[in-house]
Each structure stands twice: as structure tokens, then as C-alpha cells.
């Protein structure tokens, strides 16, 4: 079993960044692959980026490529996603996940964070 929690969502104006963090216990994360996903209001969850076992490869979604990025950190347990050039377009709970098998499908995912809320104002 892992939990995980997310953290370092917030209120923020178009054109800012932050960084999210996902704080892993239970087993060690480096026996995972990581993805962050998103959810908006009235929307289906959206895949936004995973990253390898390693960290050596990452992948992300068109819509946020260039503006965000993921990192790990297997010492600490951690998974960060720092997102960049924010528009309100980004505004939605954005979700931790570790799996076997890194993907965009939701499903490939076994464990997921509760979320935090990242809001994006115009």
C-alpha cells in the first residue's frame, strides 16, 4: 500500500507558477511510476505528465508541455510538478498517482492522492 498527499495548490493570477508536491508513505516510491493528473469542474479527469521509476523519462500532455514539469526525488519519497506560465484554463484538482506501468490512462494507476486545488485567475 502507498498514500500519498499532494500539496502547494493555491490561488494564483494568470502568468504565475507553483509547485506542487506529492509526499509518498508506505512503500517507496522508486518501486513506481508517477503521474499527475487533473480534474475540472464538470470535466473527466485529464492525464497531465508521468514520470519513470528512475525520473529518466517524463511525458506530458500537449496542452501543458513547455509549461510544466515533473521531477522526483526517490530519497524523499516525493514527486513535484512545477507548473509554469499558469493560465485559468489550468484551473482544476490536480492529482498524484503511482503505478506499475506509467500512461495517460487513469486506470493504469493503483494508488491516488486526494488532490489540491490549484485556481488560475484572469
Known amino acids: 500500500q502507498v498514500q500519498l498527499v499532494e500539496s502547494g495548490g493555491g490561488l494564483v493570477q494568470a502568468g504565475d507558477s507553483l509547485r506542487l508536491s506529492c509526499a509518498a508513505s508506505g512503500r517507496t516510491l522508486s518501486s513506481y511510476d508517477m503521474g499527475w493528473f487533473r480534474q475540472a469542474p464538470g470535466k473527466e479527469r485529464e492525464f497531465v505528465g508521468s514520470?519513470?521509476?528512475?525520473?529518466?523519462?517524463?511525458s506530458y500532455a500537449d496542452s501543458v508541455k513547455g509549461r510544466f514539469t515533473i521531477s522526483r526525488d526517490n530519497g524523499k519519497n516525493t514527486v513535484n510538478l512545477r507548473l509554469n506560465s499558469l493560465k485559468p484554463e489550468d484551473t482544476a484538482v490536480y492529482y498524484c498517482?503511482?503505478?506499475?506501468?506509467?500512461?495517460?490512462?487513469?486506470?493504469?494507476?493503483?494508488?491516488w492522492g486526494q488532490g489540491t486545488q490549484v485556481t488560475v485567475s484572469s
Open positions: 498517482a503511482a503505478g506499475q506501468t506509467g500512461s495517460s490512462w487513469y486506470k493504469a494507476y493503483d494508488y
Open positions: 514520470i519513470s521509476k528512475t525520473g529518466f523519462s517524463t
